[in-house]
C-alpha cells in the first residue's frame, strides 16, 4: 500500500511539476524586443539604452514592462554544458545587464531555442534544458522566448513541455513565450505549457505582402490578422494568442498603416511588443505606441480576443468586449481608397459566443469614444456616419450609459 501510495505521489509532483508558473501575463504581455530592428546586433550598450528609453519615452509609464534580448547574445557553453554569453558584447555579463533593467522598475528576457541550434545558428536548449532554466532563474529573467529552429525529430508539443518542466524545477516564476511559428497548433494544447504562443510564422514590416524565401515565408501585417481565424476561444488571462511582434516605426508602412496594424493587435488581445529603435522614434510612432485609450482595449482584463464581426469590400467592422459593460469597436479599411460607414446601432445587434456577451443597442445606450481623435462621438441611438481612410481606422470605445 506505501508502495502504490508512493507511486501515486511520485506522479501527482511529476504532473504538477510539468505545469507552468500561475498568475503570470494575466493581461497581453508588453514590452520590447531587439529582433525586428536589430537581429544579430545586440549589444549590453544597446540594452541598457533602450530600458533607459522605455522610461524616458513614458513607454514603461504606458505598460510596457519587458525589454527581451532576442537571438545572437550566446556564443558557445563551457566544458560543464553551460551557456556562454558574448564577453565582447555584453562583458558585464547576463546578470548584471538583468539587474541594470530591473533597477529601472522593468523586467527582463532573453531568447533561446528548442533545437540544438538558434535560428542564428547560435547554441540551441535541446539536452541542455535544466542548465539553461538553472542559469536563467540565477541571472533573474524574468521572460524567456522559445523558439524552433534546427528541431529536426523533435516533437513540439514534448518539447515544449520539457522546458516549462525545467523553468519551475529552476523555481523563478517565468514568463514562457513559445514560438513553433504554429505549426502543430499550439492553441489547442500549450495554456497549460506556456503563456503565450506564436500562430504564424514571422511577421515583416509591410501592411498587406508575403516575403517569399527557400522553405518558408515572412508575412504582412494583414496577412498575420487573417491567419487569426477560428482560435479566439483558447485566448484568455494567462495564455495567449500572440500573432508576433509590432513593426511600429520600423519604416516599413506609412503612419496610418502603422495605426491600423496597432489598432488590430490591441482588438484581438495579442502581446504588444514593440520592436522599434526607442531613442530615436518620431512623435507619431510615441503617440501610436503610447495611446492609453488603445492600450486599455489590449489589457482589458476581461482578456476576450476580439471577433470580426462583418466584411464587404475592404472594410471590416470587429468587436471586442471589454469589462464593465464595454466595448472596443474597430472599423478596418483594407482597400486602396476611402470609404464612408454608416453603422446603425440599432440593427446590427450582436451576439458573441465564446463571451456570452451581447451588444443591443436597442436594449442599452452607449456613448463613443473616438480612441484615437480623442473626442466623443455622441451616442448609440444615432447612426455613426464616418469617413475611415485607405489602410487606416475608426476604432471607438461604447462605455456604457444605461440599459
Known amino acids: 500500500m506505501k508502495k502504490i501510495l508512493f507511486v501515486i505521489l511520485l506522479f501527482s509532483t511529476v504532473f504538477a511539476s510539468a505545469q507552468k508558473f500561475q498568475n503570470l501575463a494575466l493581461t497581453p504581455p508588453m514590452g520590447w524586443n531587439s529582433w525586428n530592428k536589430f537581429q544579430c ?40 554544458g553551460f551557456i556562454i554569453p558574448d564577453p565582447e558584447r555584453f562583458p558585464s555579463g547576463i546578470k548584471a545587464l538583468a539587474d541594470y533593467v530591473h533597477s529601472k522598475g522593468l523586467k527582463f528576457g532573453i531568447y533561446s531555442c528548442a533545437g540544438t541550434k538558434t535560428c542564428a545558428g547560435r547554441p540551441g536548449g535541446r539536452g541542455h534544458e535544466f542548465q539553461d532554466a538553472y542559469m536563467y532563474a540565477k541571472w533573474g529573467v524574468d521572460y524567456l522566448k522559445y523558439d524552433w529552429c534546427s528541431s529536426d525529430g523533435q516533437n513540439q508539443k514534448e518539447s515544449y513541455k520539457l522546458m516549462s518542466r525545467m523553468l519551475k524545477e529552476a523555481g523563478r516564476p517565468i514568463v514562457f513565450s513559445i514560438c513553433e ?136 467592422t470587429w468587436l471586442k468586449p471589454l469589462s464593465g459593460g464595454d466595448w472596443a469597436i474597430c472599423f478596418l479599411n483594407r482597400s486602396a481608397v476611402s470609404k464612408m460607414i454608416e453603422f446603425d446601432w440599432m440593427k446590427n445587434v450582436v451576439s458573441d459566443t465564446v463571451s456570452n456577451r451581447k451588444l443591443d443597442a436597442a436594449g442599452e445606450v452607449f456613448k463613443i469614444k473616438d480612441v484615437w481623435a480623442k473626442k466623443e462621438l455622441g451616442n448609440t441611438q444615432k447612426v455613426l456616419k464616418a469617413e475611415v481612410k485607405s489602410h487606416d481606422v475608426l476604432m471607438v470605445r461604447l462605455s456604457l450609459v444605461k440599459k
Not at 192 to 208: A, K
Open 41 to 80: 546586433n545586440v549589444s549590453e550598450k544597446l540594452i541598457k539604452e533602450t530600458a533607459d528609453a522605455l522610461v524616458s519615452t513614458g513607454m514603461r509609464d504606458a505598460g510596457y514592462q519587458y525589454i527581451v534580448i532576442d537571438d545572437c547574445w550566446q556564443v558557445g557553453r563551457d566544458s560543464m
Open 181 to 316: 511559428w504554429g505549426g502543430s497548433k499550439p492553441w489547442e494544447w500549450a495554456g497549460e505549457v506556456g503563456h503565450l504562443w506564436r500562430t504564424t510564422g514571422d511577421i515583416t514590416d509591410c501592411f498587406d505582402c508575403e516575403n517569399k524565401h527557400p522553405g518558408y515565408s515572412n508575412w504582412g501585417v494583414m496577412k498575420i490578422l487573417d491567419m487569426q481565424k477560428d482560435m479566439r476561444q483558447y485566448a484568455g488571462p494567462g495564455h495567449w494568442n500572440d500573432p508576433d511582434m509590432l513593426e511600429v516605426g520600423n519604416g516599413g508602412m506609412k503612419e496610418n498603416e502603422d495605426r491600423a496594424h496597432f489598432s488590430m493587435w490591441c482588438m484581438i488581445a495579442a502581446p504588444l511588443i514593440a520592436g522599434n529603435e526607442l531613442k530615436n522614434m518620431s512623435a507619431q510612432t510615441h503617440a501610436i505606441l503610447t495611446n492609453a485609450d488603445a492600450i486599455a482595449i489590449n489589457q482589458d482584463v476581461l482578456g476576450i480576443q476580439g471577433l470580426k464581426y462583418k466584411s464587404e469590400d475592404g472594410l471590416e
